[in-house]
């Protein structure tokens, strides 16, 4: 079963930038995607990937922001996130874009101040 590790996160002031990291265990083509959670709420899809990167899905509230982006030969994602907002802050996951789902690893928090 593959597993996700996600990193990067962290405190930044509004309109910094952070740089998130997903590696996955082993390697595999199918499409990823980056999720966030705050507490309470469900957790929702942020931006998702196809293999080759030639298909990229933002949530509307990120698009022209964040970007998302991947390298097979080192079983990594990255989500760069620019102009970040204090709504943005939520604990990050990474996970299969597809809808069908692995276990879920602990996140990484970014925590964005005003």
């Known amino acids: 079963q593959v597993q996700f590790v996600e990193s990067g996160g962290g405190l930044v002031q509004a309109g910094g930038s952070l740089r998130l990291s997903c590696t996955a265990s082993?390697?595999?083509?199918?499409?990823y995607g980056w999720y966030r959670q705050t507490p309470g709420n469900q957790r929702d899809m942020v931006a998702k990937?196809?293999?080759?990167?030639?298909?990229?899905n933002y949530a509307d509230s990120v698009k022209g922001r964040f970007t998302v982006s991947r390298d097979d030969a080192k079983n990594t994602m990255y989500l760069q996130m620019n102009k970040l907002k204090p709504e943005d802050t939520a604990v990050y996951f990474c996970?299969?874009?597809?809808?069908?789902?692995?276990?879920w690893g602990q996140g990484t928090q970014v925590t964005v101040s005003s």
């Open positions: 082993t390697r595999s083509f199918r499409m």
């Open positions: 990937i196809t293999s080759r990167g030639d298909y990229t």
């Open positions: 996970n299969f874009g597809d809808g069908s789902f692995t276990s």
